[in-house]
């Protein structure tokens, strides 16, 4: 093997433990600040969990997106699309649906995620998520 291919392979190794580091610590962690909310899904098995997710705003409706890669709550989510939320004390009841076509260029495009966040959870895909009151 060549010394470039192992110095690129090596950068590769490394920026994947960047990756895996900051994930598992976001996951661990969940830091809260304004705007973050706790939704809470259920498991086919019906357990329920919560995970700390950014509330976002298009179009006076509300949203959260799967920014990671670790995607459960997710998949959750549209498997049981009856989630609950939790903010400033108060729980409300809402049915997650999921966003496609127009309606994700425009929630993407008004809630931009900053390249060096992007760089730093390994590009994953971003999906959306419409919370509809119920």
């Given at each position: ?112 995620l900053p390249t060096f ?18």
């Amino acid at each position: 093997m060549s010394l470039v291919k192992k110095i690129l392979l090596i950068v590769l190794v490394v920026y994947i433990g960047i990756v895996v580091l900051f994930e598992s610590w976001l996951g661990y962690s969940q830091p809260q600040g304004e705007g973050m909310v706790t939704i809470n899904t259920t498991s086919d098995e019906g357990a329920t969990s919560g995970r700390v997710v950014s509330l976002l705003k298009s179009n006076e409706n509300l949203y959260i997106a799967r920014n990671h890669w670790p995607k459960r709550w997710y998949d959750q989510a549209l498997a049981n699309p009856k989630i609950t939320v939790e903010s400033a004390g108060t729980t409300t009841n809402y049915l997650a649906v999921p966003v496609t076509g127009e309606e994700y260029n425009r929630v993407d495009s008004d809630n931009p995620l900053p390249t060096f966040f992007r760089f730093l959870t390994g590009f994953p895909p971003r999906h959306f998520i419409r919370l509809d009151p119920r």
